[in-house]
């Protein structure tokens, strides 16, 4: 195995670890030519995966606000909007922090994000439909909730 492959087993068996799911890592091919012979052996069409984020609301307690702010005027997060729908592929995941995501919320919800652009189910046997979970930034006193949904495509 050379040192690609290992950090790829790595950095996914850690992935699954850290977003607690029953995910399994399922080694690729040893060699090139065992990849080719994979693909042309199998004729399903490939499974393309998206993660559509919809900001459902913007929550603000003015209370909190006022007592442990520096400025108790902050009012609700200024970076999203109710309805604000986000696509997220495995093009543009690493590169949502290039001022196309609050940094705080990405933290709290790109684990989940991945977890669906891989395939996984979100949130199995919590919500009425697995590939789609409710959650929030976790901004204190004016978090946000946003709706995570994978939409599965056939690849080309």
Same mark, same amino acid.
């Given at each position: 195995?050379?040192?690609r492959d290992f950090i790829k087993k790595a950095g &996914?068996?850690?992935?699954?670890?850290a977003i607690g799911s029953n995910l399994q890592y399922v080694s690729a091919a040893e060699t090139p030519e065992e990849n080719k012979n994979t693909a042309n052996n199998n004729n399903k069409t490939e499974m393309k995966h998206k993660c559509k984020i919809t &900001?459902?609301?913007?929550?603000?307690?003015?209370?909190?606000?006022?007592?442990?702010l520096a400025d108790p005027k902050s009012g609700p997060c200024p970076y999203f909007h109710e309805g604000q729908e986000i696509m997220v592929d495995s093009d543009n995941f690493f590169?949502?922090?290039d001022g196309k995501f609050c940094s705080e919320a990405w933290d709290c919800i790109?684990?989940?994000v991945y977890s669906a652009l891989?395939?996984?189910?979100i949130m199995r046997g919590w919500?009425?439909?697995?590939k789609m979970m409710i959650t929030c930034c976790n901004d204190g006193t004016r978090p946000v909730i946003f709706?995570?949904?994978?939409i599965d495509e056939n690849g080309e």
């Open positions: 195995m050379d040192r &996914v068996s850690a992935m699954a670890m &900001v459902l609301k913007r929550e603000c307690y003015k209370d909190l606000q006022e007592q442990y590169h949502m922090l790109s684990r989940y891989q395939g996984g189910s919500t009425n439909d697995e709706k995570l949904e994978r």
